[in-house]
């Protein structure tokens, strides 16, 4: 059974249930935080814990954007006068340690078999520092579909993705149509009455309207030169890659939105879904 059947089957389950896959995006600041529910999972006793998946991620993107200034900061001769490669030490061996240090401080651990066969350890949110308690007001028909869901998404990327390229509950960061934009707004602005909508509306037809005579930079929708050393090529000068761009991978609706584009996010599950699997076609 190929990917997208899979899709099909839980959304059909979905349907039976009378269940709307909106409902499993998180909002942060009045605006979709690009994040599902989220939960972990005992391993021995197999009991489900909600925690804020979302928020463990930020924190760890906030501390890791933090660390490389201070390392920029701390290492501006050596980023100027060495080779790559010892730049690459520098940075692995200046983050590795304080990247124990940060996961020691917010999060579990559990030992998962890859697809090779080999024990892994990976880092999840602490219970106890991002307990949320979303998962738990689900009903028990609606937590199937999110946790089947999830089992999807965990077995494609495993299968598509180089590990760290995404969170498991990170949603398809895909740029809904403008109907779901104004949904977006509509539900930022808590308004159920009619002046919600227009006020939603005339702020999206404006902004397409914009967009449509000004030219603009941003594109993360359609792909990105996401690639395995990130953390490292990204801290080099461009010229050093000039012509080169080595393990570069195409990646598609991964990278969360941000800024003006949070409130544009698909909140259609299973149609940014689809658009997500194509990466495996």
């Given at each position: 059974m190929d990917e997208r059947t899979k899709l099909l089957d839980i959304m059909d389950y979905a349907d039976i249930k009378h269940i709307n896959f909106d409902k499993f995006y998180?909002?942060?600041?009045n605006a979709p935080s690009g994040y599902l529910i989220g939960y972990i999972e005992d391993t021995k006793t197999g009991i489900k814990r909600g925690v804020d998946w979302g928020k463990w991620a930020n924190d760890f993107e906030e501390f890791k954007n933090d660390l490389k200034r201070k390392f920029k900061k701390e290492y501006r001769n050596e980023l100027r006068n060495s080779r790559d490669s010892q730049v690459a030490v520098l940075w692995s061996n200046y983050f590795n340690a304080k990247y124990k240090e940060w996961h020691k401080a917010h999060s579990s651990s559990r030992v998962v078999v890859n697809s090779n066969g080999d024990s892994v350890t990976i880092n999840q949110p602490d219970p106890?520092?991002?307990?949320?308690?979303s998962y738990e007001k689900l009903t028990e028909e609606e937590r199937k579909v999110l946790e089947d869901y999830?089992?999807?998404?965990?077995?494609?990327?495993g299968k598509y993705l180089y590990n760290g390229a995404t969170d498991l509950f990170r949603a398809p960061q895909v740029i809904g149509s403008k109907v779901n934009a104004i949904y977006n707004r509509r539900s930022k602005n808590r308004g159920a009455d009619r002046e919600g909508w227009w006020k939603a509306r005339r702020h999206e037809y404006g902004r397409r309207i914009l967009e449509t005579f000004t030219k603009s930079l941003r594109d993360t929708d359609f792909g990105d030169d996401t690639t395995e050393n990130d953390p490292v090529t990204s801290l080099l000068p461009r010229h050093r890659f000039h012509n080169n761009k080595v393990e570069r991978v195409p990646l598609f609706?991964?990278?969360?939105?941000?800024?003006?584009?949070?409130?544009?996010?698909?909140?259609?599950?299973i149609g940014a879904s689809m658009a997500y699997a194509a990466m495996g076609t």
């Open positions: 998180t909002w942060n600041d106890v520092l991002y307990k949320d308690d999830i089992a999807w998404k965990k077995e494609f990327d609706f991964i990278n969360k939105l941000t800024g003006k584009d949070k409130i544009r996010l698909s909140t259609d599950l």
